[in-house]
């Protein structure tokens, strides 16, 4: 993980109880956009999210909720979806579909120029999205490469549709000219009013952009990019790259005109020429057409603010087609402009007066006044206060719980580094206290299964459990311990326990009771151990039982060393020798009383002829046994008496 990434509070957060932030993607000025996973609905989608020091401002959350209700109008799969948009205390967020991939951008940085095919496919798709954006009555205001998103599956998706305004508030702010300064209309420079023709003229220079490798006016300053908007055209891109075919430099040509009039009228007429040229081109573009609940695959980080607009009713009304390739169209459009160049003369010449004075507010009162908030992560509260008056900022104190950073350290500041704030201001330095703490409740008794999840949603890393047997019921925790992050001895959290962030547990999990083999063979008992991973040993224990066969397995030694079995321990098996046996005693000479008598103390009985009980004892005697006095019998054996007369 980045700095930047670890020093963002919000990443591990769950917001509004729904949306688990994951990863930041882009940072803007006004807001910066999370990759997050939406817990009810288990999908990824992009959270954009309102910096902290604008949700107290009712006009930028009022400009937050419109880009919400302007976007959702939106639904065509060649326009990011917007799914949600809610206010967690501070946070002021929106819910957009994530679309991983790449931005034109980042594919013309790679490639430089792209080819016919290539560029005709992603204006095909730009041009559908914008139709439906000024079918909608809405103006992008904000075209360009950066908010073109082209994902892994092949859709091609319009996407930042920035803050919408109110129809009649169509005019453009000075923070807008800057930071789209590249792609702006003749009309925003010189009038500062935008309807649907002035996203025309940006998607002519990025359809330049794309076939030529470079955008048609450069400059040091945006004062020299703006002045060559007002006054120059827009050259053939077949100049710089012969290889555009002509159909392709009428369209930029006719895209770029320098009178809205002399343009299309909305992206609906110029998406109709488009295809027109493609099929004398012989391209069918491979546009992925189907939505798909993805999301914005990037941000390009620059504010937005100002940038969606409602258009007025009479430009969607539907307006009579121009043809292109008129030839005789074009040297009537030409000679206008002649004519007009005295007029767009007089016109720059107010623009760059107004731009001079605009110099001085801007370091005045303007934003040039400001001063930029320092990157103090990693530094002390101390350092970090020392570093922020430096540049004549006050410092309070935020402590924060952070993963990655150490204790005591700074995790950011908000606002955040490089947003640029009124000299003398606060800025809130965000002290990490380490990592998060957890309480966790009693986990014995638990299944596996639910003491892991109720673990891993605290960030605490579960190693492979300790799987022994026992009395309690299979796959329940017997026992659970943790191991803090920094070291140290393990704790006992089987009834529960305050945990870390970060920290490692190791759960003690029942396998059921031992196999219960007593009264099978040996091969049987065998089968059953070794079923459950207990290994069964080949020199076998022997003794006697009066309730187990002879041959048949009695039970188990005890385990060496005490403790539970655990799969892989070796058992010795107990087989049963049948009853123990016995000395019989000798009876020989006895009288009848005194042979069952010791019979009876050594647990035999007595089998005798009964007519004797008549006679006195003293006239009996024991004159023969069966078996014979010194045999071994069990106990409870008959023993049988011969008796005779004593005489």
């Not at 095909?124 to 009555?137: Q, S």
């Not at 206290?433 to 605490?460: F, I």
């Not at 019989?584 to 009383?593: E, I």
């Amino acid at each position: 993980m980045s700095t930047s990434q670890q020093a963002d509070p919000l990443i591990g957060r769950l917001v509004d109880g729904r949306y688990r932030v994951r990863a930041r993607i882009a940072r803007g000025g006004m807001a910066t956009v999370y990759v997050a996973t939406d817990l009810r609905l288990e999908r990824r989608v992009a959270l954009k999210v309102m910096h902290g020091h604008l949700s107290d401002d009712s006009v930028f959350q009022s400009r937050f909720i419109q880009e919400a209700r302007s976007a959702a109008r939106l639904a065509d799969p060649h326009v990011v979806n917007v799914f949600d948009q809610g206010q967690d205390g501070d946070t002021a967020y929106l819910v957009m579909e994530y679309l991983p991939g790449i931005t034109l951008r980042e594919l013309m940085r790679d490639q430089r120029r792209l080819s016919v095919a290539q560029t005709v496919t992603i204006m095909d798709a730009v041009l559908a999205g914008l139709a439906a954006a000024h079918r909608g009555g809405i103006v992008h205001r904000d075209v360009k490469p950066e908010n073109v998103l082209l994902a892994e599956d092949g859709r091609i998706k319009i996407g930042d549709f920035g803050l919408a305004r109110a129809t009649t508030a169509n005019t453009a702010t000075g923070q807008m000219l800057l930071g789209t300064i590249a792609y702006l209309a003749p009309e925003l420079v010189t009038r500062g009013t935008a309807d649907a023709r002035s996203d025309i003229y940006a998607l002519g220079i990025m359809l330049y952009e794309m076939l030529v490798g470079e955008q048609p006016y450069k400059g040091e300053q945006p004062m020299q990019i703006a002045f060559q908007h007002a006054t120059d055209s827009v050259p053939r891109p077949s100049a710089k790259n012969p290889g555009v075919p002509e159909p392709l430099d009428e369209l930029v040509l006719w895209a770029t005109e320098k009178s809205p009039d002399d343009r299309p009228n909305d992206a609906a007429q110029m998406l109709e020429r488009l295809r027109e040229i493609e099929r004398d081109l012989g391209i069918s573009p491979q546009v992925a057409r189907a939505t798909a609940a993805a999301g914005p695959a990037h941000d390009d980080g620059l504010d937005s603010d100002e940038i969606t607009s409602i258009l007025p009713s009479s430009i969607t009304a539907p307006l009579a087609t121009v043809d292109a390739s008129d030839n005789a169209t074009r040297l009537r459009r030409a000679t206008k402009r002649r004519a007009a160049k005295g007029i767009w003369t007089i016109v720059v010449v107010a623009l760059l007066a107004g731009l001079a004075g605009g110099t001085g507010w801007w370091f005045g009162s303007g934003p040039g006044s400001l001063v930029a908030v320092p990157n103090v992560a990693g530094q002390s509260f101390a350092d970090a206060t020392a570093t922020l008056a430096a540049q004549t900022l006050s410092a309070t104190q935020r402590d924060v719980y952070d993963f990655d950073v150490p204790a005591g350290t700074a995790v950011g500041t908000d606002p955040a580094a490089g947003m640029r704030l009124d000299k003398e201001a606060a800025v809130v330095v965000l002290v990490s206290q380490g990592p998060q703490p957890h309480d966790v409740a009693a986990l014995a008794g638990m299944s596996a299964a639910q003491a892991r999840q109720q673990l891993e949603a605290s960030r605490v890393t579960v190693s492979d459990d300790q799987k022994s047997f026992g009395e309690a019921a299979a796959d329940s925790v017997i026992a659970a311990s943790v191991t803090p992050r920094a070291g140290g001895e393990p704790q006992n959290c089987t009834d529960g326990c305050t945990l870390y962030e970060g920290d490692t547990a190791v759960l003690s999990v029942s396998l059921g009771p031992v196999p219960n083999v007593s009264g099978l063979s040996i091969s049987a008992a065998t089968s059953a151990l070794t079923g459950v991973g207990l290994q069964v040993s080949g020199d076998n224990a022997e003794d006697f039982s009066d309730s187990v066969a002879d041959g048949k397995v009695i039970g188990m030694l005890d385990r060496e060393g005490g403790g539970s079995w655990v799969p892989g321990d070796t058992v010795t098996l107990i087989v049963s020798q049948g009853p123990p046996l016995f000395p019989v005693p000798d009876l020989t000479g006895m009288t009848l009383a005194a042979a069952r008598g010791a019979l009876e103390k050594s647990g035999f009985k007595i089998e005798y002829d009964g007519r004797w009980d008549s006679f006195p004892d003293a006239f009996t005697k024991v004159e023969s046994q069966s078996p014979a006095a010194a045999t071994q019998r069990p106990k409870g054996t008959v023993i049988s008496v011969r008796i005779a007369a004593s005489l």
